[in-house]
């Protein structure tokens, strides 16, 4: 069995934020097992696993990714959306757009010490879409 839903994160501030709760209230029931593909319809924001519980964890990657990929590169000829915008485009390609999440007795079956993040590489990125495809 295949499904499919298509929901929106609200819009967060330019940073890593842990939307694992945003995510899950957004799901149908989940199969007693199977798998859960997520997919962010953007090219300036990412999702990725990390860290659930220090908050300092989404913090630091901020700072890594802007010493990773700076701003205002005088090469960068992508530049008419603005100073944070093909940085994100980068940052983007780096972290990925998806993430496959394995379910079992009908729960994501995530580590305990992991959550999901949207990362946010725009100023004002806006409402983010996601699509979640569930198989099983």
Not at 71 to 92: C, F, I, N, Q, W
Not at 123 to 128: A, I
Request: negative net charge; charged residues 25%; proline residues 4%.
């Amino acid at each position: 069995m295949v499904s499919q839903v298509e929901f929106t994160l609200k819009a967060k501030n330019r940073g890593f934020h842990l939307v694992t709760d945003e995510i899950e209230r957004n799901l149908p029931d989940l199969p007693d097992a199977g798998i859960l593909n997520l997919f962010i319809k953007h090219t300036s924001a990412a999702l990725t696993i990390n860290e659930n519980a220090d908050p300092d964890v989404r913090t630091d990657m901020e700072s890594i990714f802007n010493r990773l990929v700076k701003e205002r590169e005088p090469y960068y000829v992508h530049t008419l959306e603005g100073s944070d915008d093909m940085p994100a485009h980068a940052k983007a390609t780096i972290t990925g757009v998806s993430l496959t999440i394995p379910i079992t007795r009908g729960r994501l079956n995530l580590g305990t010490w992991q959550g999901i993040y949207l990362c946010e590489f725009r100023n004002y990125g806006g409402n983010r879409k996601i699509v979640a495809t569930i198989i099983g």
